[in-house]
């Protein structure tokens, strides 16, 4: 049973290291949970979210469901494309991934509207301090779960399957480029369904890189020196 978990999941006889995986595992899981966790600050701030989640919350509002309900729906179909074409890049956080950020940001969105006064979203400065407080959170915690090598979402899976799709029509076609034409389709179908995107999106499309590169160097570090 074990061995056919493994082979689903894309390990080859003797690649499964226990500790790693575990250690792996519980990066992933807090980073996740803190992309869920600063994700409702973002939400109820109204400067906008991440492209993947602009059109997720805009196609939910049009339908009438709840965030994590539909983009677990979502995820499940990419996760269909990603099992088809590279199941390596599935893994632990993938699960968590497209399991729990969606409803990480519905619980904490209704828990913040229960016990914080309604003016603290909507009054400056307490508005923009708040944004520029999660966003810069959200991203950290976004590229903790990215550097933790414990599977891509979903989402970010196919971006890398059509990044290498396209490197096999053409070999100087460069990741982020694909990765700029996926976010861009998602926030046109976002727009589609009755978004209207914001400074988040821009900021952070811009800061995700860089934060991943910098939060990997910092982990690496960390792991060679303990």
Known sequence: MKNKLMNFLGYEEGEFDKQIFIKNGILSFIGIFGMGFFLSFLILADYGTDPYTFMNRSIAAKLGMSLGNWQLIINVLFLAIVLIFNRRLIGLGTV?????????ADFFTWLWKKILPAETFSIQPARAIIFAVAIC???????????????????????K?????????????????????????VILTGMAAGGHPTLGII????????????????????????
């Open 96 to 104: 968590f991934n497209m399991v729990l950020i969606g409803y990480y």
């Open 137 to 159: 959170l959200f991203v950290i915690s976004a590229a903790v779960y990215m550097n933790a090598d414990s599977g891509l979402s979903p989402y970010d899976g196919s971006c």
């Open 161 to 185: 399957i059509a990044a290498d799709g396209a490197k096999k029509i053409n070999s100087k076609i460069p990741f982020f480029i694909v990765r700029i034409l996926c976010d861009t389709l």
């Open 203 to 226: 900021i952070i499309a811009v800061a995700l890189g860089p934060t991943i590169t910098m939060v990997g160097k910092f982990m690496k570090h960390i792991s060679n020196n303990s």
